[in-house]
């Protein structure tokens, strides 16, 4: 992609390039895992909102402005995830259709739905104010509500977000005093979990096994202590 250009790059007009392609393609989306693919560490991030970004697509008649218009629901902030903890993925060995998912969810306007964003905002808010504080306690405690709120609503829309194997992926952290969640749009695909430093996870890993949740090599990205 910068083998013909001057300078790289710069990694907001990246995101948004990548957006609107997988806007008009697939239709729905936040456009989260395109933010983490483009930048590095860990993200605040607030959605483009794809209903907004398929309409301002619907009227551009060239993709130069809508990229240098402002996206008034985008925001993206760099944040660290305390540094007492470590964080771990686990594959369930089953593919989800996040569209769809999100389709269903999107149907629901009653009060299940309302709790559900009451709920989700505090749990995010605990999450950020643990991550800025370096509050472990707050910052898990976040993680357990966001889950909990999940699994809630997916029980409300009769969509299986927060599977058997989902579930018990983030039960086998808690019993090692962390905190567990699914990730993306959950239905299967991975979870992920947080543990303190120092404790052994061998546990943790020969009960994912025992369940058929594989743990996948991964770690967060930090571009700037990358080196090749």
């Known amino acids: 992609m910068t083998e013909f250009l001057v300078e790289s790059p710069d990694n907001l007009l990246v995101f948004k390039l990548a957006s609107i392609a997988h806007v008009r393609t697939q239709g729905n989306g936040s456009g989260a895992d395109i933010a983490a693919s483009t930048y590095h560490g860990t993200l605040k991030y607030t959605s483009f909102q794809a209903e ?15 990229v240098e218009k402002d996206w008034i629901y985008l ?11 470590t964080m771990y993925v686990g594959w369930t060995g089953k593919a989800a259709s996040t569209k769809h998912l999100v389709t269903k969810i999107k149907k629901m306007k009653n009060k299940a739905y309302e709790a559900f964003l009451e709920a989700s905002e505090k749990a995010v808010t605990d999450i950020l104010q643990g991550m ?6 707050l910052f898990l405690d976040g993680i357990r509500d966001n889950r909990e709120a999940l699994a809630a609503i997916g029980v409300a829309a009769g969509v299986d977000i927060e599977t058997p194997k989902l579930n018990a992926l983030a039960m086998e952290a808690e019993k090692l005093a962390g905190a567990g969640k699914l990730s993306g749009a959950g239905g299967g695909d991975c979870g992920i979990v947080f543990i303190p430093k120092g404790v052994d996870v061998n ?4 009960q994912w096994s025992y369940l058929d949740i594989t743990p996948l090599d991964l770690a967060i990205y930090d571009r700037e202590s990358y080196s090749e």
């Not at 907004?52 to 402005?65: F, G, N, R, V, Y």
């Open 75 to 85: 925001s993206l902030e760099s944040v660290q995830i305390p540094k007492e903890l």
């Open 203 to 206: 546990s943790l890993f020969n």
């Open 52 to 66: 907004w970004l398929l309409e301002e697509i619907a009227l551009s008649q060239e993709i130069t402005p809508l």
């Open 132 to 137: 800025r504080t370096g509050r472990v306690n």
